[in-house]
């Protein structure tokens, strides 16, 4: 373990909100640089919460940075844990792609590398240890398992689908995308007739689904499936407004599984809610522990989901985000 002055590691604490200090005789825990990509959901700041609290309950020192979704900022606080030389990074990509660099800088200083939630894109897989998240295409096959049994006995000669997809160049919004794509295909009624993009935040949802409205009023669809639940809300304002009536109109199925959309589901709403598990922090820090227990660790690791909806719905867990 890289041994950091006490002084030193008192100012980061003091300002990257630091899970407790060094001891007095000079022994330090592990230090752990993570990364986090913003601040725009409820399921964000629980995922930021999870893996934060298991680390501490683990004894590791935290030093924690939220880029605010600007990918530039991002980079430049990993190149400040680099810089700092802290035992190990987890990152929370905002983006897919730039890493190279960052990355090669820190395998250049030894210091591993954890992935968590969104993927990078990167042709040298060696430039980190692990990836832990959801697959995000099971999640877009549940939602499509779920179009497709919906309507499966309804005599509809066509299936209209509205798309709100999250940030463009992200694995969610592709691998959601693909994941329904590929299971709505086996009834070829189900056609995706318009995707708009939602930036997984409620205010522009709400903006890009009224104009679309607004615009498109002579243009009717059967299903809205939303890539969050932060999207969701906010599209479920403009249809409200716009005299469409969702959960009964229209067909809404969104993923997360925050505790306000478990609320819409219960009030017919919402029709389907896909599981995005946030209460990842057991599943890294187990990855941390065997890794320094000198453990090699598989290259992808998923955690466990479900899907909710009215047939389940006195099942669903007690929310916490």
């Known amino acids: 373990m890289r041994k950091i002055s006490l002084l030193f590691l008192l100012i980061i604490f003091l300002f990257a909100g630091c899970s407790k200090a060094p001891t ?40 924690y940075r939220n880029a605010f979704m600007n990918q530039e900022q991002q980079l430049q606080d990993v190149r400040t844990f680099i810089s700092y030389k802290v035992d190990l990074i987890i990152i929370a990509p905002l983006q897919e792609a730039g890493w190279d660099n960052v990355l090669r800088a820190a395998k250049k200083a030894h210091i591993p590398v954890i992935i968590v939630d969104r993927h990078i894109d990167t042709a040298d897989q060696t430039l980190f240890l692990t990836h832990i998240g959801p697959s995000f295409k099971a999640e877009g096959n549940r939602a499509g398992l779920y179009a497709t049994n919906y309507f499966a006995e309804k005599k509809l000669d ?60 002579n243009k009717s669809f059967n299903i809205l499936y939303s890539h969050s639940d932060e999207m969701t809300l906010g599209a479920l304002s403009a249809l409200k407004e716009n005299h469409i009536k969702p959960g009964r109109n229209i067909v809404v199925i969104t993923i997360d599984g925050q505790e306000n959309i478990i609320k819409k589901l219960a009030n017919g709403e919402v029709n389907c809610v896909v599981e995005c598990n946030p ?11 065997r890794h320094f227990s000198g453990h090699q660790l598989a290259h ?16 669903i867990p007690t929310r916490n985000y």
């Open 24 to 63: 007095n005789d000079g022994v330090h825990n592990p230090v752990i640089g993570f990364s986090q990509s913003g601040t725009e959901s409820s399921w964000r700041k629980a995922h930021t919460k999870s893996i934060k609290t298991e680390l501490k309950k683990n004894d590791y020192e935290v030093l």
């Open 158 to 217: 066509s299936i209209d689908i509205l798309e709100l997809v999250g940030l463009p160049g992200t694995s969610p919004s592709k691998l959601r995308h693909d994941g329904f794509r590929e299971t709505i295909s086996r009834d070829s009624r189900m056609k995706i007739t318009s995707t708009l993009v939602g930036n997984y935040t409620r205010n522009k949802a709400y903006d890009v689904v009224n104009k679309y409205l607004q615009t498109h009023k």
């Open 279 to 289: 209460d990842v922090g057991w599943y890294v820090v187990n990855a941390i522990n």
């Open 300 to 315: 992808e690791i998923y955690i466990s989901e479900t899907t909710f909806s009215e047939s389940n719905i006195d099942k």
